[in-house]
């Protein structure tokens, strides 16, 4: 399965077109990203650390990482809310 077999999203900021700070490239795909910590690794209880959203630009492959509700991702053909 390719990483980028869904159709990609354009994201907003609060309301502002994000676009990648290395190509400029407007298009990404999406995933969650787990943010490990030395002492919940130690314990055997990764799952309970907390994710970022990372965007992924399918022109250069870069990894943006967010935390927080600022982003918004809108499906690049139908122009709708993903």
Not at 39 to 45: G, I
Request: aromatic share 10%; hydrophobic share 40%; net charge negative.
């Amino acid at each position: 399965m390719s990483l980028f077999s869904r159709p990609p999203y354009v994201a907003t900021i609060n309301g502002d077109v994000f676009r990648c700070v290395v190509c400029q490239g407007g298009l990404f795909t999406s995933r969650s990203i787990k943010l490990n910590t030395g002492a919940l690794e130690f314990l055997d209880m990764a799952w309970a650390n907390k994710s970022s959203l990372g965007l992924i630009c399918t022109h250069c492959g870069y990894v943006h990482e967010f935390l927080g509700d600022a982003v918004q991702l809108w499906d690049s053909e139908s122009g709708e809310r993903a």
